[in-house]
């Protein structure tokens, strides 16, 4: 059957309801999920929100502690550049009274060097003057040990000369051994 002037049949009208009540139901199911979709990225958003505002509290946090600990570093190393510079002062202190002390020594001896010279020339002319007499000494010492060597051969003579005869000659052999025994030590000195 026919409706009148909408040139449809009832059965056509209800299959078009169909479709259209399964179209509006898939429009429904995804307007549905596009919901929970959305409401999930909402959920999603606010969640993120949270997050970022929680973020940002850590980052401010963060921040401080940052500016704290540079603080607190830069107070400690002026703490110790400080101390640096105070050990410093001191350690150019004691170079400058060092560096003093070596200049007045210095001046010192500058101010000595003539006398010393003159004094290492007289030392010098004393040793030379002790090495002259050594000399004088030592040439003496040769003569006297050569005369003692001559004695000591005419002792030797005159020993087994008089040996064996009286207590008198005994003596003077007695004698000529003990030049003799002086000159053999005399040799040490030639």
Known sequence: MRTAGLGKTSEQWRHEIREE???????ERKFREAQERNEDLEKSLSESRKERGELRARVTELEKSLHQYQNRN???ELRASLSKIEEMKGRIGELEASLQN????IQFFEANKDRWKEQLHHVQDQVRNRDYLMGEAITQIREVADYLQTLAVQADTLSVKYELESDRRQELASLLKKIK???VRTRFFL
Do not use: F, V
């Open 21 to 27: 009540k399964a179209n509006t139901d898939r429009w």
């Open 74 to 76: 830069t107070a400690i």
């Open 102 to 105: 070596c200049e007045m020594r």
């Open 181 to 183: 025994t002086l000159s």
